[in-house]
């Protein structure tokens, strides 16, 4: 499985939402559940699937799917 | 101090600085004349087209969004009452509180119940019209709102608030905080609960302007914000603090000298961690309250100046009255641990019909904490009669959870109780008990059975297998001792 479909499912999971339902523009508050606690709960669950820890400066940055594909991309192909 | 209601408040600021802003959503600014123009054209929008009256209940999705203070002032207007209710409500909740408010009108929400309903746009699309200048204001004793919490036995229980009750609460807490003409407030609180709307009227009743902001989730668009508008103070729970400082760290401090005041309440903070904010917010007034929906802000501490007594709540707010009774209603010596009382103009009239049963002592009500009041007047919190469970700031009792455990399978008996969060995020989180039968041996089936029956910060996240339940000899669970 390629990491952009990895990605998703892990914020699907995080969120409890169909996988269909996740887009890459998917963002911040479009579902109930991805409020703040449902953040944390996606953040967490990266850094755990992919071993590593965000950049507390990248974390602010990560406001939809598209940009968590991207920030865990960069840190795999390292 | 004399009763004005805070609709007579916002009124007079309409008049008296009627270009003043008074709200922001998004992109839209609403100044206190046009405030009150859209109060009022709501006002007589459910008076023609749905025969609004007084006395009359309407439930109002707490949906943050400027249609819905319209709306809350324009009811109160009526003489209606206000139920604010979560947008994410439970199907079982809302039809329990339906049944029993019997509210005349639902806005913002759908329902399968027969009850009218309408959506905020129609408020939105309302033409505005001018208010007479002379308005008929609600009564000090007249109901205004009634909030539903968490029940001990399970079922949310609806506590009456009248308009002397809201206009006593957000004095006292705004003699408290010091909030000004001003100041700029930004509000990403729910306003489903009494913290965050209890912030909307604090604000409007001095004549400042608030910032509505969904949530922090975005935190680039919150610090955004806080630029933008150059935000002067601000309302948190302590979990909202764990969330900016995980996503952020220290950035929040890159506004603190614009920073006048920042309430905090609603949940536990450690003294270690209110050092951090001291040492962020030098020049801040840092509050933190200690309250109840039925009895809203009863005590408040400033960090700064009571930097030694960090370990404590704070003392009573002003106009507020705080003693320890023992069970029998006897007020106790400072230091002796009772249960903590409140008395004061903010405190409800009581609970929907009339289940006050053990709510009050003569004028006190019992807050069901325990805790003792030292000789300079703070005091310390140091436990809880009623077994309420507090996930960040929102609240729920054990026998919900114990309750859909039971009916995921009728064998099975759980007790639930609080337990420190791992995360270090939330503060508490439900940590559930079950007694090992042969019909289970995992907890994955419960676990997913919870999480499609509750909301999600009801859900257990350890479970663990007991030989027996502790009860008293009358059969009582005795969650205390699971701990």
Known sequence: MDIANKVKGIIADSIEVEITKIEEDTAIGDFPKWDSMGQIIIISALEKEFDFKFDPEVIMDLEDVGDMIEAVEEHVSE | MNFVSLEENIFNFSIHSPNKIALIDKKKAVSYKELYQSIWST??????????????AVIVAANKNLNFVFAYFAIHLIGAKVIPLDEQIQEERLAYIIKKTKPKLIIGLDNNYNVKSFDFDVIRDLELVDFPNKIEFPKDFQEADILFTTGTTGNPKGVILTHGNLAASAHNINTFIGNTANDVELLALPISHSFGLGRIKCVLSTGGTIVLLGSIVNMKRM???????????????????QYIQKMSGDRLKDFADNLNYIELGSAYMSPEEKQVLIKLFPNTRICMHYGL????????????????????IGKASPNVEICIKDDLGNIMKP?????ICVKGKHVTIGYLANENEDAFFDEYFRTGDIGSIDTDGFIHLKGRLKEIINVGGKKLSPIEVESKIHEFDAELEAACVGVKDPDGILGEVVKAFIVKNNSINNFEAINDFLKSKLDSYKVPVDYEWVIEIPKTKSGKIQRQKLL
Do not use: C
């Open chain 2, 223 to 241: 610090f955004r914000t806080f630029e933008e508008q150059a935000i002067t103070g601000f309302g948190m729970v302590p979990a909202s603090w």
């Open chain 2, 43 to 56: 006002k007589l929008f459910l008076e023609s087209e749905y025969g609004l009256q007084k006395g009359d």
């Open chain 2, 293 to 312: 929906t039925e009895a809203s802000r009863s005590t408040f501490m400033e960090f700064h100046s009571d930097i030694n007594y960090l370990n404590s």
């Open chain 2, 335 to 339: 230091g002796d641990e009772g249960e």
